[in-house]
């Protein structure tokens, strides 16, 4: 945990004060505040589903022809799963801190079943828990520093 | 040769203690009285919160995202709105203290806490003593 404290005190508040500070404008434009109490319990409670809600609120502030809001909850997406030639996202850093010995090597398609191949299976299972967990450990943190700052210059805004 | 955790507390108690630093944290917590006051005589929520989640905090950004999220709020939020932006100056310069202290993230993340948690019994200490005097002068001037 002490690990995750040092990355949450760093690059995740960093990051999420940057990210914020470009995008409170944006997310001033309507009611933003139950959104974004919104976004932080999806992010607490179920976050591999951030980037999916970000979506949805999207469609929804298109369908309002609220372009501003629209491009505040595809910036949200990005920040999860990149787009846009974005410099940082949170699957990038999930990807840049996989440990060597979960790194998966790619499949020799039509190659019949090896003992290698079953390794290689389980490594696979290996690797989805390991992201799980880390989705689990960093995104509310990042969320919550973010949802923070955002709220905190809407305000001031 | 790095210094020792140990030693670098030390040397933050040592700017803790400074005159310059007593006198700033002191007239943070007499500002705290001064927007917050007390909740009929027992001391104001708000302040007991700001010291509980420093005390209990794991890192210096969670007791930023409180002051955030305080001065965020839709509604009730006007005292903070007016004392955050100082209660943010002072976290942020304690965070540029731990940094100069020590260029290991490992030593700066407990450095930044215990700074944080000084800092803050400094702050609430002269937020009571700003009460307490308060409420001296009220009974002086009642029972007159």
């Given at each position: 945990m002490f690990e995750l404290d040092i990355i949450a005190d760093t690059e995740l508040r960093t990051r999420a004060i940057e990210a914020a500070e470009k995008l409170f404008r944006k997310a001033g434009s309507s009611a933003i505040r139950p959104k974004v109490n919104g976004l932080l319990q999806v992010a607490v409670n179920e976050p591999r589903e951030v980037a999916s809600f970000a979506n949805k609120q999207k469609e929804r502030a298109q369908s309002k022809r609220d372009e501003d809001e629209?491009?505040?909850?595809?910036?949200?997406?990005?920040?999860?799963?990149?787009?846009?030639?974005?410099?940082?996202?949170?699957?990038?850093?999930?990807?840049?801190?996989?440990?060597?010995?979960?790194a998966l090597k790619p499949n020799t398609p039509g190659a019949k079943p090896t003992k290698e191949q079953e390794a290689q299976k389980n490594l696979k299972k290996d690797r989805e828990d390991w992201e799980k967990q880390w989705d689990r450990d960093h995104y509310p943190i990042f969320f919550r520093y973010f949802c923070s700052h955002l709220l905190y210059r809407v305000s001031a805004h | 040769m790095t210094e020792s955790l140990t030693d670098l507390i030390r040397r933050a108690d040592l700017y803790l203690d400074t005159p310059a630093q007593s006198e700033r944290y002191t007239e943070l917590g007499e500002d705290f009285y001064n927007f917050f006051g007390s909740d009929q005589k027992r001391v104001s929520s708000q302040v007991r919160n700001l010291q509980q989640i420093v005390v209990s905090a794991r890192r210096l950004g969670d007791i930023e995202a409180f002051v955030k999220n305080q001065m965020g709020k839709a509604t009730g939020s006007q005292q903070w709105r007016q004392i955050g932006e100082s209660v943010l100056e002072h976290l942020k310069l304690l965070r540029k203290k731990a940094d100069e202290l020590s260029a290991d993230e490992v030593q700066r993340l407990p450095l930044r806490l215990h700074l944080a948690r000084e800092w803050v019994r400094t702050v609430v200490g002269a937020y009571l003593y700003a009460k307490a005097l308060n409420e001296m002068q009220k009974e002086k001037s009642d029972n007159v």
């Open positions: 629209a491009e505040f909850w595809e910036s949200v997406r990005i920040l999860c799963q990149g787009g846009r030639n974005a410099e940082w996202f949170l699957k990038k850093a999930r990807d840049e801190a996989v440990p060597n010995q979960l | -």
